[in-house]
Every structure is written in structure tokens, then in C-alpha cells.
Nanobody, 121 residues
Framework: QVQLVESGGGLVQPGGSLRVSCAAS????????MRWYRQAPGKERELVAG???????NYADSVKGRFTISRDNAKNTVSLQMNSLKPEDTAVYYC???????????????WGQGTQVTVSS
């Protein structure tokens, strides 16, 4: 079975920085794209950033220049460095990945359980 586990959320003041990470584990054959989504109370889940296996990245306009996504293919991890945080960045952040397992040899969409990020003074 494949599992995604996020870590690193918490409370930070406006203008501060926080790093969230996600580790994929289990019977993994390969990982294609990895992404971070977020969902604020009363709002729909939105894509924050994505990164391909080759390292190509994309970002939501609202976080460009402030957030940086990175991955370690050897460790099956993806991280999101968040700088200059704003109160509107407050949300539950979810890790998402397209993973091919040894059990089911086709790519499937996996999600982590989410980690809370709160930006407040």
C-alpha cells in the first residue's frame, strides 16, 4: 500500500516562513508529478504548486515569488518552502502525487491527510 504523510505545519506570524514536507512510502515503483494543494475554511481546494519528476515547477499566481516547491526523488519526498506568509495563506495543506505501485502497475492519485498552516499575529 502507498501512503503520503505531511509534516511541518503550524502557527506563524504574518511575514514569517514555514516549511511543510511530505514523504511517500510503501510499495512504490515510480512517482510522476507531486503537488501541494490547500483548502481554507469555506473555500474549495486549490492547487498551490506542482513539480514534475524532472523538476519542472508551476505555481498559483497568489504564491509566485513567495513559495518554492522542491523534491528529492531518491527519498520520495516533496517540500514547500513558504516565505512572506500572509493571513490568507491560512489553510490545510495537502500533499498529492501520481504514483505507480508494484501492486497496481498504473499511475494513481494519492493524497496525504493534510497539515494545518495558520498565519496570524
Amino acid at each position: 500500500q502507498v501512503q503520503l504523510v505531511e509534516s511541518g505545519g503550524g502557527l506563524v506570524q504574518p511575514g514569517g516562513s514555514l516549511r511543510v514536507s511530505c514523504a511517500a512510502s510503501g510499495s512504490i515503483f515510480s512517482i510522476n508529478a507531486m503537488r501541494w494543494y490547500r483548502q481554507a475554511p469555506g473555500k474549495e481546494r486549490e492547487l498551490v504548486a506542482g513539480i514534475t519528476s524532472g523538476g519542472r515547477t508551476n505555481y498559483a499566481d497568489s504564491v509566485k515569488g513567495r513559495f518554492t516547491i522542491s523534491r528529492d526523488n531518491a527519498k520520495n519526498t516533496v517540500s514547500l518552502q513558504m516565505n512572506s506568509l500572509k493571513p490568507e495563506d491560512t489553510a490545510v495543506y495537502y500533499c498529492n502525487a501520481d504514483i505507480r505501485s508494484w501492486v497496481v502497475l498504473s499511475y494513481h492519485d494519492y493524497w496525504g491527510q493534510g497539515t494545518q498552516v495558520t498565519v496570524s499575529s
